[in-house]
């Protein structure tokens, strides 16, 4: 059974970082590309960030220089360090295997960016 479970997020400050974690079981990562996508209130879900199993990555306009996606393959994890953080930052946060969304998702983390 393949699970995707999301960890990091908080009620940060603007300007602040976090990092959050995906930490998959049931599946190796090494041969998948993934990705990290946001849900804000009333919003659609939109993708964020993505890397390809060779190490590639993609991000959104919005959080291009500020975010990155990484991965440890040994510990079978993707990571999404955010900086500079934006009060529109304010999201639920999901994993997902194959970054395109039609596979595998996380329960989500929730990322809360104050004033």
């Known amino acids: 059974q393949v699970q995707l479970v999301e960890s990091g997020g908080g009620l940060v400050q603007a300007g602040g970082s976090l990092r959050l974690s995906c930490a998959a079981s049931g599946i190796f990562i090494d041969r998948n590309n993934l990705g990290w996508y946001r849900q804000a209130p009333g919003k659609q879900r939109e993708l964020v960030a993505t890397?390809?199993?060779?190490?590639?990555?993609n991000y959104a306009d919005s959080v291009q220089g500020r975010f990155t996606i990484s991965r440890d393959n040994a510990k079978n994890t993707v990571y999404l360090q955010m900086n500079s953080l934006k009060l529109e930052d304010t999201a639920v946060y999901y994993c997902a295997l194959p970054a395109s969304g039609t596979g595998y998702w996380g329960q989500g983390t929730q990322v809360t960016v104050s004033s």
């Open positions: 890397i390809t199993w060779i190490g590639s990555t």
